[in-house]
């Protein structure tokens, strides 16, 4: 992908950079790999080893060995995962400068209550710990349902 590059991350190992701006509301990426249903994701030995994306309430979307296997999470992220007729794209949500890494918040794609890990994005409103959508602030809830990024099978829980 010519408008991203992956780069070494001091704490995480990987992450991925934009080359290019990306203006609020660009689809940076569409998200693919094979979809699971829970029972035939594997057990892990480490939360942060997790590849797996929760698309409904028993399916998730696996690893593609390609860059969305790399986009990190932050508490404050500048892009998040817009669902448009069963794909996902991760979309910018502010505008993004060539050079920045791309964020993204996994709490607005979790709804199984009880998988966390804990959260090193730095960032100064970190919540210290990755979990469910139910658990976020009311308000960073209505921000994200607003914005369109959590998907249809949590977003219909709070309308």
Known sequence: MSSLILKDHPLLG???VALRNFRNGEEIMEFSGPQV???EIPA???PEDDRYLQIGRDLYLGAS????DFFNHSCCPNAGL????GRFFLTAIEEIPAGEEILWDYSTYMDERDWEM???CGEKIC?????????LPEALRNKYLHLGI????IADQYR
Do not use: M, N, S
């Open 65 to 68: 060995g390609g860059f969305d």
């Open 82 to 85: 817009v669902e448009k007729d």
């Open 44 to 46: 892990l030995q480490k």
């Open 150 to 153: 959590v998907p249809k099978f």
């Open 14 to 16: 990987k992450t991925v």
């Open 118 to 120: 804990d959260c090193l």
């Open 127 to 135: 919540r210290g710990v990755i979990r469910d959508f139910c658990f």
């Open 37 to 39: 249903k829970e029972e």
